[in-house]
């Protein structure tokens, strides 16, 4: 842990900063992720590359980094070539990498807290063909769980302060994940990717956020990778039907078209729109996909304004 304040007691004290979209900083480094394993690759190619995308996001204002473990799998991996060993190797090197960048930003005169969430990113991330924004795997809870609950080990065992259960297009998934994270001894949020007021999958968030409200391991819930326009109202939902912290960090409003692994469209995302997000109940702001660290450093100063 880089603080001596744990990421629930300083959520129950005010306002946090997340970071912005992990692929997008690393291609604009130049970094060529035309790749199933997507910014997971680098794990295994360029990890200095992810330390510095990290540190770029803490530098601009970011008070959590979110590991790049989301697209990384034991199955992935093994689609490459990588076995379990390894892969496991790599997981644990995620929460690694983002420890380092805190620790270079805190040598470099960054005196707030620093936390790090490790990635856990939907089954379908791990399939790397767009049905993490559909849900519907045709899995079982049960089996969903079997998937998710070796990850889940490796990642808590290297003791990040957080797990992010992240772009979560399910609420069958959502059970699965948090029957996974029972007994590991690491915080979790929930964060599901969401349309409107529902689910990817066609959920009503009241009935997806009411998963999570009587577990004690999740320490907020909220939504990611949608649009902008799709928080206000889901931040107030889970609000009122957890009681929990709200986690947040939309897309910049592009649309993914994973047919050509391309954005398209223009960005709607506005750092203003923060101070309503907190007003309803957010705690835990950011970005995901397309918001970068100026957005981020626009984010932290209207907040902590």
Not at 69 to 84: C, L, M, P, V, W
Not at 250 to 276: T, Y
């Amino acid at each position: 842990m880089t603080s001596t304040i744990t990421l629930a007691e300083a959520l129950a004290a005010g306002t946090v900063v997340l970071d912005g979209g992990m692929s997008n900083q690393l291609e604009s480094a130049g970094h060529d992720l035309s790749d199933e394993l997507w910014s997971a690759r680098l794990l295994t190619e360029r990890p200095e590359a992810i330390t510095e995308a990290h540190l770029a996001y803490f530098e601009a204002g970011a008070d959590v980094a979110i590991t790049s473990s989301y697209q990384a799998t034991f199955e992935g991996f093994d689609k490459r070539g990588i076995g379990r060993e390894r892969a496991a190797e790599l997981l644990a090197l995620s929460v690694e990498l983002a420890r380092e960048a805190a620790r270079q930003a805190q040598a470099a005169g960054i005196a707030r807290p620093l936390w790090v969430a490790a990635s856990v990113g939907p089954y379908g991330a791990m399939l790397a063909d767009g049905s993490e924004y559909r849900g519907r795997y045709g899995l079982s809870v049960a089996e969903l769980e079997r998937f998710h609950r070796p990850r889940l080990e490796v990642l808590a065992a290297a003791r990040p302060d957080v797990l992010a259960l992240e772009t979560v297009p399910d609420a069958d998934e959502a059970e699965a994940l948090l029957r996974a994270v029972r007994g590991l001894d690491v915080p979790a949020w929930l964060s599901y990717s969401v349309a409107g007021e529902r689910t990817r999958a066609g959920q009503p968030l009241e009935e997806a956020f009411a998963l999570a409200a009587d577990a004690d391991e999740v320490i907020a819930v909220g939504v990611n990778c949608c649009a902008p326009e799709d928080v206000e109202r889901a931040v107030e939902t889970a609000t009122r039907v957890t009681g929990k912290p709200v986690v947040v960090y939309p897309n910049s409003g592009e649309a993914w078209d994973a047919r050509a692994r391309a954005w398209n469209g223009r960005s709607s995302f506005s750092p203003e729109e923060v101070l309503g997000w907190r007003a309803s109940g957010a705690r835990l702001i950011g970005g995901c996909c397309r918001v970068g660290p100026e957005a981020i450093s626009g984010i932290a100063g209207a907040l902590k304004a």
